[in-house]
Structures are given as C-alpha cells and as structure tokens.
C-alpha cells in the first residue's frame, strides 16, 4: 500500500458526460500527479499541482482540467467525455515540489469506461 | 521530444534470469527509473540508477545504464511467479515528469 487512495475504483459512463476522480496523496507529500494509462497512448504525465498550485503540464487535453484543495487532495475532471478517454487514470504524489530525486508514490488508479 | 523505448514482451521460465531493455533519448536525466505494475495495481518503484553509475545490484536485481549508448537494462535473477507483471522504465529528463516506455510484460512459466 503506497498511501495514496484514488476514489472511486471503477467508473462506467456514456460520451458526452463529465466525471470526477478524486486522489489523497500520501500524509505530508505536497506534490500530485496524474498520469493516464491507455491502450494505444502507453502511460502518459497529464499534469501535476504542489501546494496548490499548477506546477507542471503534459499531454493534458482542454476538455480535462484539475485542482488541488488546501487539504493537498486533488481532483481530476474530465468533460465532454469520449470513447477515447477510456483508460486507468493514476495519481502519484511526492514530498516536493518533482525534482527528479523526488520519488513519486502511485495509487491504485481509477479504471473509466467510457460507453 | 523524450521518447523511451521498451520491447513489450518477454517469457521465462521459472528459476532463470530476466532481462529487460529500454532505450532512452533525453541525455539530460540524472536518474533513470524501474516501475513494476502488478495486474489490477498501481506502479510500485522497483529500483532506480544515478546517471553517473554503470550498475546497481539490489537483491536479485540488477541495473545496467550504457550512457553512451542511452540504453538500460533490468535483470531479474532468479525469476520466479509473482515476478510476473509489466515493468516500466521511466525517465524524469530534467523536469520530474516521468516519461513512460510501453511497459514489458514478464511473463514466468512455471
């Protein structure tokens, strides 16, 4: 058990809907990320957030956005769904703010199916 | 861009040595990472390797990193069945963000 939970587990919806997935990072790490896993696209960096705040940027589409709360948990939204989105979406989290000796914890994933 | 590269599958047998590779492009890393993702699990840090070092050796595993070359390896001694699983090599560059290979799937028969 890494320390990082990510709720819910598994999410089915339809195209056209929008979701939330929720992380809590490991007690007193400040970093999240998220990452998406998928068949065709291989594990992905979408984006991270330390303290707050929007610290870095990847392959991150408009239709998707997140934040992370003062209580460090973070939340992943997804909008204007497609089949396309269907994938695991992992959250990790570190103590700083992703210097490349900072090692980053993974969660379980959320597993969305998109119908 | 980064861009890592992983072959996408390997079978053993019980008992032998594994050897994973991964090819690299982004020189600039001062580490290089080892992920090990178990069927219906999030990533667990297997190991990892300073750039500035040939080889780690932690227990039954064992890190090569050709700088040269931009090629890593992972060997498993002695493999057994819960080492199945899909390991990931991951490259950080010089920003934190860990760029992913496919991932090899490890395959141990009995």
């Known amino acids: 058990d890494s320390g990082v939970t990510q709720t819910p587990k598994h999410l089915i919806t339809a195209t056209g809907q929008r979701v939330t997935l929720r992380c809590s990072p490991r007690s007193g790490d400040l970093s999240v990320y998220w990452y998406q896993q998928s068949l065709d696209q291989g594990l992905q960096f979408l984006i991270q957030y330390y303290n707050g705040e929007e610290r870095a940027k990847g392959n991150i589409l408009e239709r998707f956005s997140a934040q992370q709360f003062p209580d460090l948990h973070s939340e992943l939204n997804l909008s204007s769904l497609e089949l396309g989105d269907s994938a695991l979406y992992f959250c990790?989290?570190?103590?700083?703010?992703?210097?490349?000796?900072?090692?980053?914890?993974f969660g379980p994933g959320t597993r969305l199916t998109v119908l | 861009g980064e861009d890592v590269e992983q072959s996408l599958f390997l079978s053993v047998r019980e008992g032998d040595s594994s050897v994973i590779n991964c090819t690299y492009t982004?020189?600039?890393?001062?580490?290089l990472y080892w992920y090990k993702q178990e069927p219906g699990a999030g990533l667990q840090l297997l190991t990892y390797i300073f750039s500035n070092m040939d080889m780690k050796q932690d227990q039954r595993l064992t890190v090569l990193l050709n700088k040269k070359d931009k090629h890593l390896s992972l060997r498993i001694a002695d493999t057994q069945t819960g080492d199945s699983a899909i390991y990931f090599c991951?490259?950080?560059?010089?920003?934190?963000?860990?760029?992913f290979g496919q991932g090899t799937t490890l395959q141990v028969k009995p």
């Open positions: 991951a490259d950080p560059g010089n920003t934190g963000k860990l760029i």
């Open positions: 990790a989290s570190s103590v700083n703010s992703g210097i490349i000796t900072d090692e980053q914890f």
């Open positions: 982004d020189s600039s890393s001062t580490y």
